[in-house]
DNA sequence: GTGAAAGCGCTAACAC
DNA sequence: GTGTTAGCGCTTTCAC
């Protein structure tokens, strides 16, 4: 019933406490054969497993690393989050997934409770949805800068904070949507309708750029204030947004670019409802390459964020943290277009 | 840099560390006010958060639960990781979350992490999927019985575990799936297709039980085998078993039953590319009620499991654990049908 | 009412 | 090569 510890291995094996961590730390390499094998032995019989609290409380790593996100129902942050557990565990590590629900105060208790845990390093997806009524600014930067001057490495991504001294790793937002702007003009759309993200969210900024950037590169004018709508990355917005679109302006486009793959399976849902049939009536794109824009009908073109990599990346930068000098160090990932079936092309 | 701990805390108040230590802990009945305070004060300026590694070591509770699932990208098992660790957050816990990936030695492996990390207590969702080549019986029970020995609680939830000595959470998965064909058959449906999960799945093999329980009640015969296909719960097993069913046996049934939603969603789009429709040629159903269920095209009549009081109710069971007297001792929460529009009357 | 001191399970100087 | 011992940050008994 009681758990054994490292005295009731020392114990059964005969030997110090010292050379019982030492094995445990593998710093076995003076160590006589025969007292490793009855180390190896006690530890077996007694199924004694290292309480990592203790050895982390002595300056050891806790090996749990916390990641924080608005919700694990986006399925983006789904994929994000499962990615990050996956090097995670491939180095030992295991990760406490907080859902902030969107919510600032859930975002800053969570990061409260992280320090608690002495987290070896916390990933933070940060939100900052603007409803109807208010806008929240998200959390403060400084909150962040706190965190990290007590010795904590935080590492944001996806979503970025204005102000915190710490790393970020983010897909090319700007140039994946330049990329996949240009291939529906090269495909002959030359009104395009756009259901954004958050106004305060940096990649749906950067996104927009990257479409009016390349917009004007083509001699198109931006398109009409009509047909772009601000979503906020759900489904249901981006559902009722290009419901919206039809009633008000069905014959003012030919492709709907929602910035991110979630809406982009709303506008198709949405139109196929009245009738209308993707991608003959309406071309329609998105940008994550979740695993539903695989499987949605039609196949969902998009734009491919390098989750995997960026999940090496950010458990790179954690691992290397050193908290005299934190500052802003962003990373970049390439992005890719995915093409598939949910585009016309309008060219004869 | 370096983190304030309790010392801090009681020089700068000018007290005892025990005063501080019984503040933190709310023993603070008999204290005198101007000390509550200045401790208050000091733990303010210095932005001090206990370690609860070192809490936990003097006997507090770790504050962790760990959660083990096949993967978080079935839906179904998302929403459940993410309605329990809904009920921690609200009690001041966190989740540690484990994708076993399928993979039996993974799921032993986090096992193990969770006890090093002497986690409160761990939900496990075990997985048993028997692909083509080998079938993986599954994680062996006295594993987890050695763990509740030691004093770690444990769960079981939607997946059984036969002869583990832990409690269980399910739904009443026999009565959903039970329910579910009666409708069917009461809207005109005499021949039915079948999906199911694994065979070595006990709510699979439950679910099916219903079934075939109710076709017997009404009359009916036990379907032909060629229209009992045996999936694994993903979407791609459920659009290829689909295909299949459709192939071989197109005008032997007038409805599909997919033992769970992801599936169901994959028999809709293998039946949609097909030409044919939902629910006008093929009544669709499942079983879980995932998110995804309801923003289908067409939405998907289903069965809900109880998800949030699944969560409550495992909760509940870890906190109130005790190891001398641990044992099976299961709770079986009710299902509800859904109904939406994947199927079609057949009656006049 | 408050504090001194022991000890949770472990690691790492330091000694031999 | 291996053991003795102090101490990580906290809680709790026991004294005052």
Known sequence: MTRPTIKDVARRAGVSTTSVSRFLNAKTSNMRLHIRRRIARAIKELDYKPDSRARSLRGLATQIIG????TTSNPFCE?????IENVCYKEGYCILVC????????ECRYLDVLQQQ?????????????GIVSVSSGIDPEKLNEVVKKGIPIVLTDEDVLGAKVPGVFAKNRIGAAEMTQYLIDIGHKTIAFVTGPSNSLPAQQ?????????QKNGLHPPNEKIIKKGDY????GYRLTKELLRESAREFTAIFCLNDFMALGAMRAIQEEGADVPNDYSVVGFDNMYFASISNPPLTTVTQPIKEMAAKIFELIKE???????RNDYFLDTKLVIRNSCKSLNI
Chains 1, 2 share one sequence.
């Open 67 to 70: 990641v924080i996100v608005p």
């Open 79 to 83: 994929e994000l989050a499962r990615a």
């Open 99 to 106: 859902n902030s629900q969107h919510s600032t105060e859930r």
């Open 118 to 130: 002495r987290v070896d390093g916390i990933v933070l997806v940060s939100s900052r949805v603007d």
């Open 207 to 215: 996104r927009l750029e990257g479409v009016l950037e390349t917009l």
């Open 234 to 237: 759900s489904f249901e917005k």
């Open 321 to 327: 943290f050193n908290p005299r000098k934190m500052k």
